[in-house]
């Protein structure tokens, strides 16, 4: 490929003709078009053994995620216990304890806020970096805190790890993983996180009874946060990354390019030799430029066109994951187990490990299906199932309150149809559908559209619980996931099998 000059940087600002493949006829160039929109590439070579690493180092701040979620579940029982907590100041307020629950939550808000403005500049990998020195950082305050206002600042430094790292790992594994795998990969993401609740409830009903357990349970999150700064700082970044650096003439053609086939050829395996990478980089290149990724993006654009489409997919998606009542249902768990009479009814913990094993087990099954089923598929299969779970919960507090079987049946098949719907699809759908130079910006805005929305939903189930009743609050909840199913089927495209760059070219 010819070397860029000063003059390329500055008169043509890399469009195709100052970036393309050495060599290639303006008839070719011009057939880009028929090889995007028509599915039209060659399979990406990559090594399964090559594609673990680039993916766990990332799943582990999904991970940590979920482990807090378990883990405080259980540690705010231990710190208001007179005998156990090791303390002076036990004596909290439900207020209190409501920080300490939310802390990591509000923390997660501004972490996406900060993601808008610094991800593309940081890019992927020093993101995730940042992330786990964020989790380390927010664990041993909170383990070592020698008050309530220390603690409280230690989970929001925590929570600003779990935006960081729930905005750029699903990036940073759909910008380095072969299209073949995406979806795997990315879905399995979120089986990450629901066995970082099960081991978060594991470890806490272990330390419940401890003296001073919810230090230890927080303290459990610092070895894993460790590894995954190490394994990041280890692992390369993001050819797409460097690429759209590239294009956008943040540095010299020639040396951007190299280092993305190098680091490509580190993160598919020994499957792919020099000439393969080199292949696949200049056809990234040549596809960016064709979908115009040179230009900076920009807020406005946000708003406007492909990216207003994607955000319209993106956010809808989130936003629906969290408003379908998935954190009401759940806080209903405990007692519908009791309701049922079950043995382990009187001990919430034990049925929550319970649930969370249902959802690993319905996650897993989603992984292994996604990329072959489609997305599609699996959300209006999956949601059509929490409609029905909804409406029958809200039959069940309204006039079969005599039949609690009918109570754990949609309990059972609400977790596990959102557990290979919403769950994984939701992530992986926000990681491709953005154009690549929006992508960082786009995605913080989806994630904070989740957790905006997941704090909206919890605070105000409670009111809505006593204005309303538990009955007709669920009802609600099921029009609402009908309403996402005629998002789903009208709106969200099929992405199964596409790369990035078709997605962006074919579906927006």
């Not at 470890?203 to 995954?228: C, D, H, N, Q």
């Not at 699996?378 to 009918?406: E, T």
Request: proline residues 4%.
């Amino acid at each position: 490929m010819a070397s860029t000059t000063p003059s390329d940087h500055d008169d043509d600002h890399h469009t195709f003709s100052s970036i393309g493949k050495a060599g290639k006829s303006s008839g070719e160039i011009e057939g880009m078009d028929v090889r995007l929109l028509n599915n039209y590439h060659q399979p990406e070579k990559y090594s399964v053994l090559a594609a673990i690493l680039p993916f766990l180092f990332p799943a582990f701040g999904g991970l940590l995620y979920g482990y807090d979620i378990g883990a405080t579940s259980s540690a705010t029982i231990n710190i208001k216990s007179p005998t156990f907590s090791g303390i002076s100041w036990y004596d909290l307020s439900s207020v209190q304890v409501g920080l300490i629950t939310s802390g990591s939550l509000y923390g997660a808000l501004i972490g996406s806020l900060l993601a808008f403005n610094v991800a593309d500049f940081l890019g992927r990998r020093r993101e995730l970096m940042v992330s786990a020195a964020s989790y380390i950082i927010g664990a041993v305050i909170t383990t070592l805190a020698p008050g309530f206002a220390i603690m409280v600042v230690g989970r929001f430094i925590y929570g600003i790890g779990i935006g960081l790292a729930m905005h750029a790992a699903p990036m940073y594994i759909a910008e380095t993983a072969a299209s073949q795998i995406r979806g795997r990969l990315i879905s399995l993401k979120e089986f990450f996180i629901v066995m970082g609740m099960v081991l978060g409830y594991v470890v806490g009903s272990l330390l419940v009874e401890l003296y001073s357990g919810w230090r230890y349970m927080y303290a459990t999150a610092i070895p894993f946060a460790v590894v995954m700064g190490i394994g990041m700082w280890w692992l390369p970044a993001s050819p797409r990354w460097i690429l759209l650096r590239a294009i956008q003439g943040k540095g010299d053609m020639q040396e951007l390019r190299e280092h993305a086939i190098y680091c490509l050829r580190r993160l598919r395996g020994e499957t792919i030799d020099n000439n393969s990478a080199t292949q696949e980089v200049e056809d990234i290149l040549a596809e960016l430029s064709y979908i115009s990724e040179e230009g900076e993006a920009t807020l406005g654009e946000m708003f406007q066109g492909k990216c207003l489409k994607a955000l319209i997919i993106g956010a809808g998606l989130v936003l629906f994951q969290q408003i379908t009542g998935q954190p009401s249902v759940l806080y209903y768990a405990a007692s519908i187990f009791q309701t049922a009479g079950f043995s382990a009814a009187s001990d919430a913990t034990r049925a929550s490990i319970f649930l969370g094993l249902l959802k690993l087990v319905m996650t897993g099954v989603a992984v292994l299906v996604v990329d072959k089923l489609g997305r599609r598929p699996l959300l209006l299969g999956g949601v059509s199932g929490i409609a029905i779970a909804l409406f029958l919960m809200g039959s069940f507090y309204s006039y079969l309150s005599g039949v609690p079987a009918v109570a754990v049946v949609a309990l059972l098949v609400y977790v596990g149809c959102y557990q290979i719907s919403f769950g994984p699809i939701g992530w992986l759908m926000i990681s491709e559908i953005f154009p690549l130079r929006l992508r960082g910006r786009g995605l913080s805005i989806a994630v904070l559209v989740n957790f905006g929305a997941n704090a909206l939903v919890a605070f105000a189930f409670s009111p809505l619980q006593t204005l309303l009743g538990a009955g007709p609050l669920f009802f609600i909840f099921g029009g609402i996931a009908v309403a996402s199913l005629v998002f789903i089927f009208f709106i969200v495209p099929e992405t199964k099998g596409l790369t990035l760059e078709e997605i962006e070219a074919k579906l927006l």
